[in-house]
């Protein structure tokens, strides 16, 4: 067992670079998330991990053991990894039995051994009735713990999940997240899972690499990523925020309800800083600033505003009741945290 480490690792396809010097160290047994928009190179660096696409600059490392650079490539099945795709990926001549069993066919475990450890793989996805049958027979959700079952026979070190829950409607998502959790907690394996979605990254993930055009935003966890975004990009992508240019004390990375005010106020021509505000952040009040409602979404347990300042400034905020598009309003800004750049 041992750490996964990315150093200034990069690919690119023909001209484009598509994943840009990246420097990542993947404790051992996390569950780690590469979340960022599409498009953003994830499924990319998975594939460099998996072994199934080269990389152009840098070096893959598994604990001492040197896995890839420029002119080393070690295959895929060298590498103690396991890989689940959002396709799935399932033989259709195959039972699931034969499916789950395929690894460990490659490695020579045959009859008893193999199929006890077939049917034991099946029984903690809860499919072992469905042994002899065919995937086309099965749900979605169930094909997919047919893959997480083919994964956990051949005892990987590292798991590396590509989208696992994306072709699942919602309500199967959250049932397989648990899957999943139980699933890292009884491997102890390291879990890599590439996501768009950051609300599944942050339920799931102890780590989150946030990705955006090929190059790594920030790194840490969930908490922290959410409490001190590293730039306004990070701040807009993990969960909902605004970021407003406030003159500032300089030094603060937190700043209290006090510090934003003053920082709104202030006209002269200190160089303003960007600030971001989370919506449970601002509070609709009597007294504060003055602010015109631009929105008002009905979210179930409370309303989405959107608020522009007098200084022409938007912000998000939550609120009880619903209130009238142009209404105006005053408003207080409790906390802010500062960012390195907008
Ligand atoms: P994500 O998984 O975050 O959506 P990908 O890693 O699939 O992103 O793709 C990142 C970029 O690399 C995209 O612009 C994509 O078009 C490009 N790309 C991916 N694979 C290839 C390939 N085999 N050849 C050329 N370009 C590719
Ligand atoms: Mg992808």
Redesign the pocket.
Known sequence: MAELRLERLS?A??D?T??RDINLTIPQGAFTA?L????????????ILAGL?TLSEGRLWLGDRLLADKTLHTPPEQRDMGMVFQSYALWPHMTVAENVGYPLKLRNVNGAARHKQVMDALEVVELGAYAARSPQELSGGQRQRVALARCLVAEPQVVLL??PLANLDRHLRATMEQTFRDFHRRTGATFVY?T?DQAEAMALASHIAV?HQ?ELMQWGAPQALYQQPQNGWVARFIGKGSVLMLATPAGTQQLDGAQMHAGLAYAGADPRQPVLVRPEHVQVTSEGLSAEVESCIYQGERYLLDLRLRDGQTLSAFHHAPLQCKQAVAVSLTQGWRLETA
């Open positions: 690919k396809f023909a484009q598509v994943v590469l960022g928009p599409s498009g953003c190179g994830k499924t990319t660096t998975l594939r696409e590509d989208e590439v768009h990705m090929g």
